[in-house]
């Protein structure tokens, strides 16, 4: 092995890994009660960093990796086991605070320690039977990470299309970050798995991987941190909202009560009330008396989309009238007008509904035509995410 190189990149890694961990593990939040979950996600992840950082330490400073080879490899796939639980229950208790619990937690550490102690037991069998039963444990391994990933991405899904059904921004768009980020560390954690086993000569290649991915985490967290406040509002609303379910109106497949909600919720629409921006499901349901259930199911029947696509096709509409009727006015007075909290947003609605940018859109005649010049598009930066 070229140890400079193995040395040398052990000696650039475990610092930043330092750094994330204690930083995620003691650094501040806003001092808002709200902001109690996020803190306990980082303060899992920065756990976990801390975890990894002490594998480091040991191959950096006792060199094990140069002497005891196999030990090192049931060493690193046990503290991967227990990075996993710790990396996966820090993103999945962003969108459901109920994850963590006592129980749960002790059963996965009961998890780790069993997988240990078989990764121990491992070393005892003969020099042949070692790799078999390192090649055994790392399937396991393997099998649990993508167990505790599909619980993640269930999670997600489910709070992205709660989000869809009871709010008419597009909240969803502020954790897609979780989703791609899962899919990334199924992909890293497999092949830091697999790199472990690396001729030594190349080992370093297992170590120099992990810094792009872990500054990507460190600054997806420092990112995140922006927009929780809003998610985790959202997430409160949904679970916490129980509407007590009276008159006529709150009864499912009654004839007189779907007469009636029709009516209220046109008069709703034709005094623009979906021009207000952050409507939610629970808000239009106490305005027209009645229950966010019904009011899902009725929109969901009678117009065929979520609550957010609803409202965004409204919108669209009223911007489309508007842009035909004033020209002149700017994207971001067209983006607010509608009632659309973000010009991003906004065009991309737009080009999912239409097809194109609204500035073409507006260019072709209220159609979407080929662009009539070079850099189109361009003559307004603001139809353009």
Same mark, same amino acid.
């Given at each position: 092995?070229?140890?400079?190189?193995?040395?040398?990149?052990?000696?650039?890694?475990?610092?930043?890994?330092?750094?994330?961990?204690?930083?995620?593990?003691?650094?501040?939040?806003?001092?808002?009660?709200?902001?109690?979950?996020?803190?306990?996600?980082?303060?899992?992840?920065?756990?976990?960093?801390?975890?990894?950082?002490?594998?480091?330490?040991?191959?950096?400073?006792?060199?094990?990796?140069?002497?005891?080879?196999?030990?090192?490899?049931?060493?690193?796939?046990?503290?991967?086991?227990?990075?996993?639980?710790?990396?996966?229950?820090?993103?999945?208790?962003?969108?459901?605070?109920?994850?963590?619990?006592?129980?749960?937690?002790?059963?996965?550490?009961?998890?780790?320690?069993?997988?240990?102690?078989?990764?121990?037991?491992?070393?005892?069998?003969?020099?042949?039977?070692?790799?078999?039963?390192?090649?055994?444990?790392?399937?396991?391994?393997?099998?649990?990470?993508?167990?505790?990933?599909?619980?993640?991405?269930?999670?997600?899904?489910?709070?992205?299309?709660?989000?869809?059904?009871?709010?008419?921004?597009?909240?969803?768009?502020?954790?897609?970050?979780?989703?791609?980020?899962?899919?990334?560390?199924?992909?890293?954690?497999?092949?830091?798995?697999?790199?472990?086993?690396?001729?030594?000569?190349?080992?370093?290649?297992?170590?120099?991987?992990?810094?792009?991915?872990?500054?990507?985490?460190?600054?997806?967290?420092?990112?995140?941190?922006?927009?929780?406040?809003?998610?985790? *509002?959202?997430? +409160? =609303?949904? %679970? !916490?909202?129980?509407?007590?379910?009276?008159?006529?109106? &709150?009864?499912?497949? #009654?004839?007189?009560?779907?007469?009636?909600?029709?009516?209220?919720?046109?008069?709703?629409?034709?005094?623009?009330?979906?021009?207000?921006?952050?409507?939610?499901?629970?808000?239009?349901?106490?305005?027209?008396?009645?229950?966010?259930?019904?009011?899902?199911?009725?929109?969901?029947?009678?117009?065929?989309?979520?609550?957010?696509?609803?409202?965004?096709?409204?919108?669209?509409?009223?911007?489309?009238?508007?842009?035909?009727?004033?020209?002149?006015?700017?994207?971001?007075?067209?983006?607010?007008?509608?009632?659309?909290?973000?010009?991003?947003?906004?065009? *991309?609605?737009? +080009? =999912?509904? %239409? !097809?194109?940018?609204?500035?073409?859109?507006?260019?072709? &005649?209220?159609?979407? #035509?080929?662009?009539?010049?070079?850099?189109?598009?361009?003559?307004?930066?603001?139809?353009?995410?």
């Amino acid at each position: 092995m070229d140890q400079s190189l193995y040395h040398r990149s052990l000696q650039i890694a475990l610092p930043l890994m330092l750094f994330f961990g204690f930083h995620m593990l003691l650094g501040r939040a806003p001092e808002k009660r709200i902001f109690s979950t996020f803190l306990l996600s980082r303060r899992l992840m920065g756990t976990a960093l801390l975890l990894l950082s002490a594998n480091y330490a040991v191959h950096l400073f006792l060199s094990i990796r140069l002497t005891h080879v196999n030990a090192t490899i049931l060493m690193n796939l046990s503290t991967y086991f227990l990075c996993y639980w710790l990396f996966s229950s820090a993103m999945t208790v962003l969108l459901d605070k109920r994850y963590v619990t006592p129980v749960r937690m002790g059963c996965h550490v009961a998890l780790w320690m069993a997988f240990s102690a078989v990764s121990g037991m491992v070393l005892l069998l003969p020099a042949g039977g070692q790799p078999w039963g390192m090649g055994v444990l790392a399937g396991v391994l393997v099998v649990y990470g993508l167990l505790l990933s599909v619980r993640l991405l269930r999670t997600y899904a489910r709070a992205t299309r709660r989000f869809c059904e009871t709010h008419s921004d597009d909240i969803g768009s502020y954790v897609r970050w979780l989703r791609v980020f899962t899919f990334w560390a199924i992909g890293f954690g497999v092949s830091s798995g697999l790199l472990t086993f690396l001729p030594d000569a190349y080992v370093y290649v297992w170590i120099l991987s992990s810094i792009p991915f872990y500054v990507c985490l460190y600054c997806s967290y420092q990112n995140y941190i922006l927009f929780f406040e809003r998610v985790e *509002r959202a997430i +409160r =609303e949904d %679970e !916490g909202l129980v509407e007590a379910q009276t008159g006529p109106e &709150g009864v499912a497949g #009654s004839g007189s009560g779907h007469a009636e909600i029709t009516d209220m919720v046109k008069t709703w629409v034709d005094s623009e009330g979906y021009r207000r921006p952050g409507i939610t499901l629970g808000e239009l349901a106490r305005l027209l008396g009645t229950n966010r259930t019904y009011l899902s199911d009725h929109i969901r029947k009678v117009y065929g989309m979520s609550f957010r696509d609803w409202i965004s096709d409204l919108r669209i509409e009223y911007a489309k009238r508007l842009m035909k009727q004033q020209p002149q006015l700017r994207m971001t007075e067209v983006c607010e007008m509608a009632g659309f909290l973000s010009v991003s947003h906004f065009t *991309r609605t737009f +080009r =999912e509904k %239409e !097809g194109c940018p609204p500035s073409r859109w507006l260019a072709g &005649g209220s159609k979407c #035509s080929a662009p009539s010049g070079p850099g189109m598009d361009g003559a307004n930066p603001e139809g353009a995410e």
